[in-house]
C-alpha cells in the first residue's frame, strides 16, 4: 500500500464551524472539494451548518442535489449549456457575458441566474457595466425575462498586499451599485473569496461570502495564526527499503540527490504521481517525531535522508499538523490549492477518521 490522505472529520467539521460565516457562507466544492473528496466534504460541511455550494462541474452540482435534498442552493461557477439538468435539479447557473446572453436567452427562461463580474481576475464574466445595458435593452426589445437572482465576482489579488486588492475591490463596489442604478436587484450577492472575507468581513450589502481554502483549514494568506485554521489532513507513506550511501554516490534521475558524506536513504512509497509536488524535495518530511530531509522525489518514490533512528516500520509524513499545506504555500513549493488539487485521488488510499 502506498501512500495515505488521512481525513479527521471531526477536524474538519470543527474547522468548517469555526471559519463560515453562519447562514451566509457558499462553500466552494470544486475539484473534489479541494480533493478532500466531494462526497465527504458536502456531508461534513452540512454537518457544519452550510446549506450553499458552488462548483464548476454539473455532474457535482447534481451529485450534491442527490445528497443534499431541496434545502440546499446550488450553484455553477462557470457557464453551462446543460440547461436541462439546471432546470431539472434546480441548479443556479452563471451567465458570463453578452455573447452567451445572445446565444442562450430563450433556453435561460426559468432559470436561476447568477451575472458574473470579470473584475481585474478578468477569467470569465461582464468587462463593464455597458454591458449589462446591452443584455438589459435586449431584453426589453425580444420580450426575454430573465430572473438576475445572484451578483458575483472572483478576487484575484485578495492575498496579495501591494494595493491592487483595493482597486479590485473598489471597481467591484462600483459595479454592484451601477448594477442597481439600473433596476436589477439581485438577492444573493457574493465575492468574497477566503483571503477577502479575513481581510474585510462581509461586505456591506452582500449575502454571501463564498469560501474555499479556509474552511478546509489552511491559511489564504500568511500572515494569520495556524491556531485559527485546523488542517484536518495528513498525507503519509510506508518505507521499502534502506539504501546505504557513500560519499560521492549519486541517486534518482539525472543524479537528483548527491551524497556528500556516507548517508543512509529511505525510499518510501510515494512520488510526484502521486500529487506530491517536485517542489517538495530538500523541504523535510516528518518521522517518527522527527524531520528528515528530502533528498530527491521521483514519480512513484520519494528519497528521504535518514539516520539509524529510523526503523523500517515507520511511516513517513508529509502532511500533518506541524506539516501544514499552508507552510509549504509560504516556502513557494505551490499555492494551497495546488498542492491539495495535486493529489492524486486514484493512486493514493483514503481513510476517514471518524469520532466514535
Ligand atoms: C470562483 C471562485 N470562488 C471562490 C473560490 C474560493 O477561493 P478560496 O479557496 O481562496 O477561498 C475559488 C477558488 O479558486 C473560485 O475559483
Same mark, same amino acid.
Given at each position: ?31 473534489? +472539494?479541494?480533493?478532500?473528496?466531494? /462526497? ?7 454537518? &457544519?451548518?452550510?446549506? +450553499? ?17 431541496? !434545502?440546499? =442552493? ?17 441548479? =443556479?447557473?452563471?451567465?458570463? !457575458? ?7 436567452? /430563450? *433556453? ?15 477569467? !470569465? ?11 438589459? *435593452?435586449? @431584453? $426589453?426589445?425580444?420580450?426575454? /425575462? ?12 485578495? =492575498? ?9 475591490? +473598489? ?8 448594477? $442597481? ?54 498525507? &503519509? ?6 539504501? &546505504? ?13 548527491? +551524497?556528500? &558524506? =556516507? ?20 523541504? /523535510? ?12 522525489? @521521483? ?9 539509524? *533512528? ?26 494551497? !490549492? ?12 483514503? *481513510? ?5
Amino acid at each position: 500500500m502506498g501512500g495515505i490522505f488521512q481525513i479527521d472529520e471531526a477536524q474538519f467539521i470543527k474547522q468548517a464551524k469555526q471559519f463560515q460565516l453562519p447562514g451566509q457562507t457558499i462553500a466552494v466544492v470544486k475539484n473534489n +472539494a479541494y480533493n478532500y473528496g466531494l /462526497e465527504f466534504a458536502v456531508k461534513a460541511f452540512a454537518i &457544519s451548518g452550510i446549506r +450553499a455550494f458552488a462548483t464548476t462541474s454539473v455532474d457535482d452540482a447534481v451529485k450534491i442535489r442527490q445528497m443534499c435534498g431541496d !434545502s440546499a =442552493d446550488i450553484m455553477l461557477m462557470n457557464p453551462t449549456t446543460d440547461f436541462k439538468r439546471a432546470r431539472m435539479f434546480n441548479l =443556479d447557473i452563471t451567465l458570463p !457575458s453578452p455573447g452567451y446572453y445572445d446565444t442562450y436567452k /430563450e *433556453e435561460l427562461q426559468g432559470l436561476n441566474i447568477h451575472l458574473e463580474y470579470a473584475g481585474l481576475f478578468n477569467r !470569465s464574466g461582464l468587462a463593464d457595466i455597458t454591458e449589462l445595458k446591452y443584455i438589459l *435593452e435586449d @431584453m $426589453k426589445q425580444s420580450g426575454i /425575462e430573465l430572473n438576475f437572482k445572484g451578483l458575483w465576482t472572483h478576487f484575484g489579488y485578495s =492575498d496579495e498586499f501591494d494595493g491592487i486588492y483595493e482597486t479590485e475591490r +473598489a471597481n467591484w463596489l462600483q459595479f454592484v451599485k451601477d448594477v $442597481k442604478t439600473l433596476g436589477v436587484e439581485p438577492s444573493v450577492i457574493h465575492a468574497q473569496n477566503s483571503a477577502s472575507y479575513v481581510r474585510d468581513g462581509l461586505f456591506n450589502g452582500h449575502s454571501h461570502v463564498r469560501l474555499g481554502i479556509g474552511l478546509y483549514g489552511s491559511k489564504p494568506y500568511a500572515d494569520l495564526d495556524d491556531r485559527d485554521f485546523i488542517q484536518p489532513a495528513v498525507l &503519509s507513506a510506508p518505507i521499502i527499503q534502506f539504501r &546505504s550511501l557513500t560519499a560521492g554516490m549519486t541517486l534518482g534521475y539525472g543524479a537528483a540527490f548527491k +551524497a556528500d &558524506s =556516507d548517508c543512509k536513504v529511505a525510499i518510501v512509497d510515494i512520488g510526484y504521481g502521486d500529487g506530491v509536488l517536485r517542489a517538495r524535495a530538500g523541504f /523535510e518530511c516528518e518521522i517518527g517525531g522527527r524531520t528528515y530531509p528530502i533528498a530527491a522525489l @521521483m514519480m512513484s518514490h520519494m528519497a528521504v535522508l535518514v539516520d539509524d *533512528e529510523v526503523t523500517a516500520d515507520m511511516d513517513v509524513y508529509l502532511y500533518n499538523s506541524r506539516l501544514r499545506i499552508d507552510k509549504y504555500t509560504e516556502l513557494g513549493v505551490g499555492a494551497n !490549492s495546488e498542492q491539495l488539487g495535486a493529489l492524486n485521488y486514484q493512486s493514493l488510499g483514503r *481513510e476517514i477518521i471518524y469520532d466514535v
